[in-house]
């Protein structure tokens, strides 16, 4: 299982009021431990700073080293890529996990000397994971930089709510519909014939366009049938469930799919049961997932999670069909 405490997401911290003040600096060194910002159950944005202009760090690696233990046998040392106008630099760590105290400290390094900065530690989050969700760790980080967790149902969206067993296929849905139906086509679908689309279009040539790229809570049906926070996990949340995450295929209780597992050892099982057109079954050992992102390059296809034995992918389906929901929530 890949560790995924060594994966991260390096960005800039761009803030427009004045810098902050750190609290000591590393007579010695070029850099001094910032603080630990933005911390949820799996991740946090480590920070340090510059004691000199970036223009003058030249060929000295800086960064931030972390580890679970204070004494960093088995630290992480992560270089900075990026320094924002204040001089701060800082990556948002991913993979780490919750209820957990971890140990950090600036650094320069220059060939084989290397100068640190004062150690300082963060705790995790509890896990705040709902009844019916699993938590795999998996971490999405907004556009604005915060990251957050994303918590996975333990099985398929049916007409009823969650499917009782992970291997239960549950209902299948075409694409912004909230109710399953006895035939999938262009024919019966609610938004549009194929041709033309009355929403989620971004494209003149298929009608007025609206913009709308991701599905309305409303035409979401995990929100609609289960209420609260529950939401379809957009494409780029599948991507994240496929990076973070190891899967294996595997048969379980005689029903073939992925099982996908987080490196705190929990898992869940995503059973490979097709999908409708017509009202017929295809694909009936492959699995697709429907996201609620709209595929923009034509508006009348939607993104999916697609996998089958040794592959697991995300590509595009055309919104008619009916395919199945895992749903997620914050």
Known sequence: M???????LAFALLFSGAACTPEQKDPEGLTTTGEALDIT?????????????PQKVGNT???????????????????????????MFGFTVIGLDSSTTYYYKSYDQYGVDINFGAVKSFTTKDSQCPEGAVDLGVVVIREDGT?????????????????????????YYAWGETEPKSSYSWATYKFG???????????TTYGPIDHRTVLDLSDDAARATLGGKWRMPTEEEWEALRTQCSSSWRIQNGVKGQLVTASNGNSIFLPAVGYRYGSNLNEAE??????????????????RMYFYSGFIFTDSSDRDRGLLIRPVTE
């Open 2 to 8: 890949k560790n995924y405490l060594s994966i991260l």
């Open 41 to 53: 159950e799996h991740s946090a944005t480590l920070t340090g700073y510059l004691n000199i202009s």
């Open 61 to 87: 690696m800086v960064g931030i080293m972390y580890d679970k233990d204070p004494s960093f046998e088995n630290g992480q040392k992560i270089r900075a890529k990026w320094v924002d106008k204040n001089n």
């Open 147 to 171: 990251a957050y967790t994303l918590y996975w149902a333990k099985s398929n969206l049916s007409a009823d709510g969650l499917c009782a067993n992970p291997e239960d296929a549950g209902d």
């Open 193 to 203: 014939n194929g041709e033309e689309f009355t929403k989620y279009n971004t494209t």
């Open 286 to 303: 492959r699995g697709s997932y429907w996201s609620s992102s709209l595929y923009t390059v034509y508006p009348g296809e939607a993104w």
